[in-house]
């Protein structure tokens, strides 16, 4: 993200509902996005996360509240005067023109000079190194260079906001992160206000200044990749964004002067938790991430420390994971890659409460 801005927002929702009959899919939005920010909607199928970008986009009719770009109520424009640039999650390329004929129709068609026209597609080739896939046509081209052409046509209609469906969703791995990097790079060289919508947490966290979450039409947190992970501000971001998923221990914390939490193994101290407001006692979970876990002889150093048994060994080469029970408690634990723990091992653990996260068990809010 680029600084502290004191400029007005780019994108502005306010109050956006939006109904299908008697389904509503967005419930009453509001969203802030900086000038060249790039936000990351993020959620499981079905949250309402490409729903609200075709809002913006103006694709879809909203049912309440207004969408403003760059200070304008765009709320019932069309989508040709909203000032985006969109690329889909299919490519949806004409295939029988060639590649600098897909970047040149829609321009030619707004009737853009034709020396505009040759300088527009050749800063956006040359950003996006298909200078030379210029006069091939989408069947001689691979599925990257596709869709380098599909951001390229978005880019050459040289607008401030670019919006991105699932761009990357019908590539194969490699290619994902290959043009993950790309799409990262290109908004570093350009610093537009980018929006790009996906359902995979490692595109989230590695492209966007501010994520999203979106569950059930509502924004359950927005904020940095950072603070998402480190402060969720309830269990179903926690358990939304990691792999494997945040460990939790259910049981009762007493919050009072000297705060402490009680759970199935006993109780401990709960020094240097940061809470998120003024605590109150009652059902809880803590929970702990993989990775914050101590494993072997060091795990006795810590404030909490368990004996567990392994059940299960997953070799991942970089890092290895394991899957542990203290008596019924189950936990993921990330190790190193070089780990030689075997299923069946006694494997000591130990954890620190200032690394930890505590929901209340009814409203599933960060405590």
Not at 268 to 289: E, M, T, W
Not at 293 to 317: M, R
Request: charged content about 20%; proline content about 6%; some cysteine.
């Amino acid at each position: 993200m680029r600084g502290e801005y004191a400029m007005e927002p780019s994108i502005s929702i306010r109050e956006l509902t939006l109904k299908f009959g008697a389904l509503t899919v967005l419930k009453g939005l509001n969203l802030d996005v900086n000038p060249g920010e790039f936000v990351v909607l993020l959620g499981s199928s079905g949250c309402g996360k490409s729903t609200l970008l075709n809002c913006i986009a103006g694709l879809l009719d909203v049912s309440d509240g207004q969408i403003f770009i760059n200070g304008r109520n765009v709320t019932w424009e069309e989508p040709s005067q909203r000032g985006i640039g969109m690329v889909f999650q299919s490519y949806a390329l004409y295939p029988q023109m060639t590649v600098e004929g897909n970047l040149t129709f829609g321009l030619k068609n707004a009737r853009v000079p034709k020396a505009e026209i040759a300088d527009r597609v050749a800063r956006a080739a040359k950003v996006l190194q298909i200078e030379p896939l210029l006069k091939r046509k989408p069947a001689a081209l691979s599925g990257g260079q596709r869709q380098r052409v599909a951001i390229g046509r978005a880019l050459v209609r040289d607008v401030d906001v670019f919006l991105f469906d699932e761009p990357l969703s019908n590539l194969d791995a490699k290619l994902r992160a290959d043009l993950r990097v790309e799409i990262k790079q290109l908004h570093q060289r350009l610093e537009n206000t980018m929006i790009y919508v996906t359902h995979d947490q490692t595109e989230a966290m590695t492209l966007a200044d501010r994520i999203a979450i979106m569950k059930g039409g509502n924004v359950l947190q927005f904020d940095t990749p950072n603070e998402i992970y480190n402060r969720p501000a309830s269990r179903y971001v926690a358990e939304f964004i990691g792999s494997p998923s945040m460990n939790f221990v259910e049981g009762t914390g007493d919050l009072s002067a000297s705060p402490r939490f009680a759970g199935t193994h006993g109780d401990f101290a709960l020094d240097g938790y940061a809470f998120a407001g003024r605590p109150a006692g009652g059902p809880a979970a803590f929970g702990i991430r993989p990775e914050h876990i101590v494993c072997g002889p060091e795990a006795q150093a810590k404030p909490i420390h368990l004996d567990t048994k392994v059940d299960l060994v997953e070799p991942l080469g970089s890092d290895t994971l394991a899957w542990v029970h203290a008596g019924d408690q189950p936990f993921w634990v990330r190790m190193d890659g070089q780990s030689t723990i075997r299923p069946g091992d006694r494997l000591p653990i130990g954890f620190d409460p200032a690394r930890a996260n505590l929901f209340d068990m009814q409203t599933e809010a960060r405590i």
